[in-house]
């Protein structure tokens, strides 16, 4: 027999040598292995106990070794992602320049190599490496709007709310803070989002009063960098409504556009639905505030560290394409960009320089991990106030 043969032979006696626990039954395969390979017994004992079994060695993945697998460049990676609210890979790869230069103010210096590696990752590379803790962050809740007939017929409907490219064109929501039910009053939050620049803004209300809700519309009106020109809302009653529709349509000046979208075709609104989820929803969650004390606490948050976050320093994508090709509807989308960005580059017909140099002193004097922390500790206190009812 030759060694090469001994081995391959030793291999599969010393499997069944340490899988068998009875003595006798090892004895028989002591003395069978011994008068084929002509060993000696201790030899023989020795080799079958400590045999090393082949083990096809890894084959190395080819190319340069990867520079993102390292802790350095994971960990602020993961804390710029929670800390902008887990957006999706490529806004969050519009977001690290932006936040990057903030970081070593909040928490530490980093060294050149890994800023360099974080300017340079891929969308594709983020994913794969933030995949095994995207899991933990879904949730799901209900839908509250009911449908109001008032005025229905004099206000015009609009389905191509997403051709828009002049900023001013405003589409607005509400998201009601009712828990798992909707009896009774409680809070509810009015989203407003301008269509060309994605500028959020969010206000809160008790109940879905008529007057209410136009008090709110006219302080977000004067909060805008820009004039707005048009309204568009869903068939709801806080919006369908005489109070509403005159401070639109009755002026002497400056009137806006009403419009409304079908009633049930959610996908009409959707530029707003989807900041109902990202703008107040991922935050605040689907807790019941039925204390009247919560409302003066969301719209202090709202009218300061909310918009400013959100505003400046959350990127979003625009839909600038979208065509039929047989069966398939093909979109192409610009370049993500932070709803200030966009402001910036609109005509100064629309958006005067005077705003713009407002807005970007602004903008040099925030950072965005100090607002994200303030806006943690009023989150805080509004919850434990809703969680006392």
């Known amino acids: 027999m030759s060694p090469k043969s001994k081995e391959e ?8 040598y340490k899988k068998i626990k009875k003595r006798n039954q ?3 395969i002591l003395n069978e292995y011994c008068r084929i390979t002509g060993y000696h017994r201790k030899h023989a004992i020795r080799k079958l106990n400590n045999f090393t079994f082949f083990v096809k060695p890894r084959r190395k993945k080819p190319g340069r070794p990867s520079r993102y697998n390292n802790p350095p460049i994971l960990a602020p990676l993961k804390t710029i992602w929670l800390q902008a609210n887990l957006p999706c890979s490529k806004n969050l790869k519009a977001i690290i320049p932006i936040w990057l230069p903030h970081y070593a103010q909040t928490y530490h210096a980093l060294d050149l190599p890994v800023i360099k590696a974080l300017k340079s990752i891929s969308p594709a590379m983020i994913d794969r490496l933030l995949k095994p803790i995207r899991p933990k962050y879904k949730k799901r809740g209900i839908s509250c709007t009911k449908p109001g007939s008032l005025l229905r017929n ?3 409907i609009k389905t191509n709310q997403w051709d828009e490219f002049n900023p001013g064109c405003i589409e607005a929501d509400t998201v009601h803070h009712c828990g798992e039910s909707t009896q009774g009053q409680y809070a509810i939050t009015i989203d407003y989002d301008d269509i060309p620049t994605q500028w959020t803004e969010q206000r809160a209300t008790w109940g879905k009063g008529e007057a209410g809700v136009v008090e709110q519309t006219k302080d977000v009106e004067a909060s805008l960098p820009f004039r707005m020109c048009e309204f568009d809302c869903d068939c709801g009653g806080e919006f369908i409504n005489e109070h509403l529709f005159k401070y639109f349509t009755h002026r002497a000046k400056n009137q806006v556009r009403f419009t409304r979208s079908r009633a049930y075709h959610s996908n009409d609104n959707s530029h707003i639905e989807q900041k109902n989820w990202t703008h107040v929803r991922q935050w605040l969650g689907y807790q019941r505030f ?9 719209n202090d948050l709202y009218k300061n560290e909310w918009r400013l976050y959100h505003n400046f320093f959350i990127p979003s994508v625009k839909l600038v394409e979208k065509k039929r090709v047989g069966s398939k509807v093909i979109k192409r989308y610009d370049k ?21 140099r407002e807005l970007q002193k602004l903008f040099d004097s925030l950072n965005p991990f100090d607002l994200r922390n303030a806006m943690e500790k009023k989150i805080a206190k509004i919850l434990k106030l809703a969680s006392l009812r």
């Open 26 to 28: 090892k004895n028989l």
């Open 154 to 156: 004099q206000i015009p």
């Open 9 to 16: 032979y030793s291999a599969i006696m010393a499997g069944r």
């Open 290 to 298: 039925d204390n009247p004390a919560i409302v003066p606490l969301l």
């Open 336 to 356: 993500p960009k932070t709803p200030f960005q966009r402001v910036m580059e609109a005509d100064p017909f629309y958006v005067s320089n005077a705003k713009k």
